[in-house]
Structure formats: structure tokens, C-alpha cells
């Protein structure tokens, strides 16, 4: 899916250092969607008591802390996935997560944002 890959590879430029709460990343997140020349809402209602962080088109964008429960994880992304609002779902988490390629039927794309630290290059 191109409109995933679009997303995954703005988030993937991001540099940050650990002990930034959620909102900075958030903030982040934003920015490099942003410079890329994607459009995204922030903190989408996707009914049923839903919230995903980022919706960019038919993307949907997760942020977490640290190294989330994966089962707490999976019930969340599964949960997400149930929207027809989505058509994919890239997490960005501090720490790495490993996930399935899908979830929900809907393809998850893992950004570890502490695989990213040190040097970026152009």
C-alpha cells in the first residue's frame, strides 16, 4: 500500500532521545508527517470509544512510550482495525514490538524509534 510506505518513511526520518513524554513525540510525529507533505488529523474518534493517534488518509499512525504490552497492543491495534476509516496501521514505539504483519486483516507497520538513534543521514 503506497499511502503506508508515504507514512512509514516520513516517521522513519525522525531522530529523538529517550525520556520524551508522549506528547513530544506526538509533536514529532506531527512535524515529520508534516515535512513530508502528508496531511494528518490528530487524535481521530473513530467511534465506539476508538482514538487512534493519527489518521493520514486511510493510514492510521500509533504512538507509544517505551515497549508496550504486546497483548494489551494487539487488542488496541485490533480494535483500530475494525474501522473502515483504516486501511493500515503504522506503530511508532520507542522501544522495538514485535507484531504480525497484520492485524485485523489490515497490515501494521513497526517504526522502532531507538533503532533510528545517532546520525541521520540526508
Not at 487488542?75 to 473502515?84: E, G, K, M
Not at 489490515?106 to 517504526?111: D, N, R, S, W
Request: aromatic share 2%.
Amino acid at each position: 500500500m503506497e499511502e503506508m510506505l508515504r507514512v512509514e518513511r516520513a516517521i522513519r526520518v525522525l531522530r529523538t532521545g529517550p525520556g520524551q513524554n508522549e506528547m513530544q513525540l506526538h509533536a514529532q510525529v506531527a512535524r515529520a508527517l508534516e515535512e513530508a507533505g502528508l496531511q494528518a488529523a490528530h487524535e481521530v474518534n473513530l467511534g465506539g470509544g476508538r482514538r487512534i493517534d493519527f489518521l493520514c488518509g486511510s493510514v492510521g499512525v500509533e504512538v507509544k512510550r517505551g515497549k508496550p504490552a504486546r497483548s494489551a497492543l494487539l487488542r488496541q491495534l485490533t480494535r483500530y482495525a475494525r474501522s473502515d476509516a483504516i486501511q493500515g496501521i503504522v506503530l511508532v514505539v520507542e522501544r522495538s514490538a514485535h507484531l504480525p504483519a497484520t492485524v485485523g486483516g489490515k497490515p501494521i507497520c513497526v517504526v522502532s524509534l531507538n533503532r533510528q538513534w545517532g546520525i541521520s543521514l540526508p
